[in-house]
C-alpha cells in the first residue's frame, strides 16, 4: 500500500478510533449529580458541608476511616496501626511506608502535624474536638503522638472527618490562600479542575497507595433541579445522583417510577439523622413552659402516618434522641415513646389549662417542598387537639439565628451526625452549655443532665459508655425536649452498570476508590 494510501485510511479511521476512545472514557468516567457546587475543597476549613466534604475525602486521606460496608468499626488508612493510653488521653499512629502526595512529596509524621494544627488553628467549626489537643508530637518520621487535655473516646472518629484528612505541606507552602483551588493530597483521585457551578472533575491517582481506582476520572456536575437529575439519570448522563444532605435527591414520588427501570438502582440505607419537632426548653414562660402540653404535642403526632403518607416509607420512625441502629441505642426506647394519641393529647391539654383553640403557635421550618410537608402534616395533627399552628418557612441562616438567639416556641429541625458516635447528637443536643451555640433543643442548666453527658463522652470503657448514653436516652425523653419525628433514609440513585457503591451512613459521604462501571 502506498504512503497516500494508507494516510487516506488512517485519516477515515480516525472518527472509529476517537469513538472507541470516548467510549473506553466513558466505560472510565463516573459522574455523579449533586444540587448544588461546593462550598470549599480545603480540610482545613471543612464545615461538614456535605458536597465538598465528599470530594475532600476522595482527594485526601485521613489517619483512620470507617470500614466498609458495615462501618460499625475503623480501619487504618494513613495509619497502619494505632495504641491509646489506658487514660484516653494519648493516641500514638505508625504511618505508612512510602506514601506520596499528589505533588511528589512524601507522607511523613512532619506532614500529619502539620495538617491537624493548621485545622486547629484556622477552623472554628472544628474547635470544639480540636481545642481538646494539647500537644501533637512527632517521635520518629513514621510515628506522631497526639495527646489531649482530657479524655475522649470519640476522638478517633473526628480524625475520620474531611477537616482530619492531611494535606501536603509543601503545596500549602507554594499556593498558599490558593490552596483551597490547588487541593493536593494522597487519595485515591487526584484533583484536575473545577468551573463554579457546573463541574469539579477528579482524575485517578495510579501510585494509591491501596491501589490505583477501578475509574480513571471521577466528575461532579452541578444540577439544582431535582427533574434534570432525574432525567440525566434515565438517560445515562449521570451515573449516580448523590443525596449531598438533602431530605431527598429527587422527590419521594418519583422513587416508585425509578423502580420499575432496569436501567436505574436504588440503593437504601438507614441513617443517623434526626428530624424533629423542637421546643425552646430553655423558656421558663410561654406556651410550652409546661411539660403536659409538651407531652401533649407528642401524641398529637401520627408518626406512622407521616413516614407513610409523606415518605412512603423512605423514612424511619425515630423514637427518642438516637437512631435504632446507633451502637448505643437504647431498645426501651421503643416502649417509652409516645405514641400517637390524640385523646390522651386532649386530656393533658385540659389539664394544663389549655382550651381548644387558645393556643396558637408560629412554626419554623426550613424552605423546601418536603419541609413544607412534614410542617403541614404537623399543623394538621396539632389542629385536631385543638392547638393552632402558622407555618414559618425561613431561609437557613435566618432560621439558624432564631434558633441560637432563642426567639421562638416551636420549630422543625434535625441533626445530621459527621461522626459515628452518639456524642454526636447528645453533647450538642442536649448540654445546657451549648444551648446557644447551635440548632439544639436549648436545654436549660441541669447540673445532674450535664454531669451525666460529659461522664458519657469522657468514659474510655466502650461498654461503660454504652450504659451511660443507655439511662440518657431514657433521662432525656422523660423531659419531654420535643417530638422526634423521623431518619431519612440515605437514598442514592444509581445506572445499573454501576459496581461497587457502599453507603455510609455517618458521615454520609461516599468514596468511590472501589466503584466501577459495567
Known sequence: MSISRRLLAAVAALPILCAHAQAQDASRTLVVAVPSDAVGLEPGANRAEPIGSEVILNVFDTLVAWTPPAFDALEGRLATRWTVSPDGRSFEFELRDGVRFHDGTTLDAEAVKFSLERTKAMNPFAQASFNLISEIAVASPRVVRIVLREPYPAFLSILAQPQSAIVSPAAVAKHGDQFAVNPVGTGPFAFRSRQADTNIVLDA??????GAPKLDRLVYRIIPNASTRRLELENGGVDVIQQAGQLAAIPAETIQALRGNRNVSIIEVPSQIIRQLEFNNKKTTGPFADIRVRRAVMHAIDYDGLLQGVFGNTADRVYGPLTSNSWAFNPRIRDLAPKHDPALARKLLAEAGVRPGSLTVPLYTFQGALWGAVATFVQANLADVGINVTIQQTE????????????????????????????????????????????????????????????????????ERKALYFKLQEDILARAPGAFLFSPKLIVFARSNVRGLVINSAPPLNEYWGVSKQ
Open 396 to 463: 437557613f441562616p435566618a432560621l439558624r439565628a432564631l434558633h441560637t438567639s432563642g426567639n421562638f416556641d416551636l420549630a422543625l429541625d434535625g441533626r445530621q451526625p459527621w461522626y459515628n458516635d452518639p456524642d454526636a447528637h447528645v453533647t450538642i443536643g442536649y448540654l445546657s452549655s451549648l444551648a446557644d451555640t447551635a440548632m439544639t433543643f436549648r436545654f436549660p442548666k441541669d447540673d445532674a443532665l450535664d454531669a451525666q453527658i460529659l461522664k458519657a463522652q469522657q468514659t474510655v470503657s466502650m461498654e
Open 205 to 210: 491517582n495510579p501510585s494509591y497507595f491501596r
